[in-house]
């Protein structure tokens, strides 16, 4: 276990709909990265907050947006979905504020877009 | 902009033996993490390495800092069923994000 957590698991989703998936890093991480990963793929870099702030940003759709709140949690809100949006989402926490350092990554939401 | 080249994409391999893969870089990093990916899971760091030419082992694994600081190997030593998954190696973009190569899929035939 490694003290991340995502939720839901698993959503299944229709085109044009929107949905929001939630993350809670490990006690203490004040940093919070989000990734893609597509079948078959690596995982891609979307977006990176530190204690509330955004740090950087990577390959994030602007149909995509996240935010990350006073408590340290944070939402990664897709919308107007498409079929190429199934992948499984995962996040991961860090302790630093840049991104030299260990990630520990959540089991993963996987989305699935009908 | 910067890049992370992994091989082999795939290996099929027997039990028992050895396997090398290999991640270069565009341009120079300061620190080089493997993880390991088993099915249905998120990633879990193996080893970390902040050193050009560091070697440091984590049981039957052993991965080294390249002395370029542009590559880095992941080796693993009499390999067993349960390494079975995706290898990434990963390093830091801009000193704000964490990115990985496309990764390596071991699978291991008993």
């Known amino acids: 276990d490694s003290g991340v957590t995502q939720t839901p698991k698993h959503l299944i989703t229709a085109t044009g709909q929107r949905v929001t998936l939630r993350c809670s890093p490990r006690s203490g991480d004040l940093s919070v990265y989000w990734y893609q990963q597509s079948l078959d793929q690596g995982l891609q870099f979307l977006i990176h907050y530190y204690n509330g702030e955004e740090r950087a940003k990577g390959n994030i759709l602007e149909r995509f947006s996240a935010q990350q709140f006073p408590d340290l949690h944070s939402e990664l809100n897709l919308s107007s979905l498409e079929l190429g949006d199934s992948a499984l989402y995962f996040c991961?926490?860090?302790?630093?504020?840049?991104?030299?350092?260990?990630?520990?990554f959540g089991e993963g939401s996987r989305l699935t877009v009908l | 902009g910067q890049q992370l080249n992994q091989s082999p994409q795939s290996m099929f391999i027997q039990e028992g033996e050895d396997v090398s893969m290999n991640c270069t870089s565009s341009?120079?990093?300061?620190?080089w993490l493997w993880y390991k990916q088993d099915p249905g899971e998120g990633p879990v760091l193996l080893i970390a390495?902040?050193?050009?030419?560091e070697l440091t082992s984590n049981g039957r694994l052993t991965a080294q800092f390249g002395t370029t600081r542009k590559d880095s190997f992941l080796n693993i030593s009499a390999s067993i069923p349960s390494d079975v998954g995706i290898y990434f190696c990963a390093g830091p973009y801009n000193n704000n994000d964490m990115r990985f190569g496309a990764g390596t899929r071991l699978t291991v035939k008993p």
């Open positions: 341009s120079i990093f300061n620190t």
């Open positions: 390495l902040y050193k050009a030419g």
């Open positions: 991961a926490s860090s302790v630093a504020r840049t991104g030299i350092g260990e990630l520990f």
